[in-house]
């Protein structure tokens, strides 16, 4: 089992660029969740998904977009990068009945100049 | 505003000794609240959750306490092994466990 993965570990955009962070998962977990960190901040959760097909907003959705079509896979979009979107974005999921224990990816640097 | 908080950026404790951080948290919808360990360069890991309705849970080395009334939990690593370093992160949810808060972390070093 890989666990969750993620790609690209890091990535520098300019400002206005758009780009997909992937993330996949082969424990068949139902529930897949996107967050970002910035230093000294908790994680904060951008998006989330329940299963394939169904997807909704988070704590700090705004400059982003996601898509489930697949049980595995949780790919998020970000259209017209700005600074303020520098930050670490780590994805994770977890089963239905153990949505608490959440297993991540090592997470995405991404820095936008 | 922070609905999770950990006051303490960083904990410095002897190997062997207890280990204690703290977590406090402002709302009271709050039912389920877990801990996780973050090394450098690495996603987080789960370590131990708590449900509201107990007051102690233990596993191993780690034990968590919830005081309800204060909204405050505490994580407690007895004993404490330097293999314990790492970023401590608390993380609080509702009822329906879709949309879990964290707090900022506490950076735990054990010395040798």
């Known amino acids: 089992n890989a666990g969750v993965t993620q790609t690209p570990k890091f990535r520098i955009l300019k400002i206005g660029q758009s780009m997909t962070l992937q993330c996949t998962q082969d424990m068949n977990h139902n529930y897949m969740y996107w967050y970002r960190q910035d230093p000294g901040m908790g994680l904060k959760l951008i998006y989330y998904?329940?299963?394939?097909?169904?997807?909704d907003k988070g704590e700090v959705p705004n400059g982003y977009n996601v898509s489930r079509s697949t049980t595995e896979d949780f790919p998020l979009r970000l259209e017209l990068a700005a600074p303020s979107q520098t930050s670490v974005y780590s994805c994770?999921?977890?089963?239905?009945?153990?949505?608490?224990?959440?297993?991540f990816g090592p997470g995405t640097r991404l820095t936008v100049t | 505003d922070q609905q999770v908080k950990q006051n303490s950026p960083s904990l410095s404790v002897q190997e062997g000794r207890i280990s204690i951080l703290n977590c406090d948290y402002t709302n009271s919808m709050f039912d389920y609240f877990l801990w996780y360990k973050k090394y450098p360069a690495e996603g987080p890991t789960f370590l131990i959750s708590?449900?509201?309705?107990?007051d102690k849970n233990e596993d191993g080395r780690f034990t968590v306490f919830l005081n309800k009334s204060a909204k405050h939990l505490s994580l407690h690593i007895v004993p404490s092994q330097p293999g314990d370093s790492a970023v401590y992160f608390c993380?609080?949810?509702?009822?329906?466990?879709?949309?879990?808060?964290f707090g900022p972390g506490t950076r735990l070093s054990v010395l040798p």
């Open positions: 993380a609080a949810t509702d009822n329906y466990g879709q949309n879990f808060v």
């Open positions: 708590i449900s509201s309705i107990k």
């Open positions: 994770a999921s977890s089963y239905l009945d153990r949505v608490g224990e959440q297993y």
């Open positions: 998904s329940v299963g394939a097909g169904i997807t």
